[in-house]
């Protein structure tokens, strides 16, 4: 199983960007699915979580910005990104599990700074 992100990269503060993902190589259907992110120097963070039904989890650090949903095709997700601040300059990873496993993407870099 492989999950491909895409659309990071440098926005000002206060822009906007949206990350999608999608998985690949599984039959099932991964629930649930979501973002965590790390910067230099941090343990990685959980920041949504979505399941199949599409209930969501926001953590409450970037809740009200960050908006998680599930794509129109099986297995995908994005993370919709708000009033982007410096602080949340990190490399974001895209996550799936299904019944015998979980699964990480490689991660894609977002960059916030003026």
């Known amino acids: 199983v492989q999950l491909q992100a895409c659309g990071g990269g440098l926005v000002h503060p206060g822009g906007s960007l949206e990350l999608s993902c999608a998985a690949s190589g599984t039959f099932f259907t991964l629930s649930p699915m979501g973002w965590y992110r790390q910067a230099p120097g941090n343990q990685r963070e959980l920041l949504a979580t979505?399941?199949?039904?599409?209930?969501?989890n926001v953590v409450d650090s970037v809740k009200g910005r960050f908006f998680i949903s599930r794509g129109r095709f099986k297995n995908t997700v994005s993370l919709q990104m708000n009033s982007l601040r410096p602080e949340d300059t990190a490399v974001y990873y895209c996550y799936g599990r299904d019944p015998t496993d979980e699964y990480w993407g490689k991660g894609t870099q977002v960059t916030v700074s003026s």
């Open positions: 979505i399941g199949s039904g599409g209930r969501a």
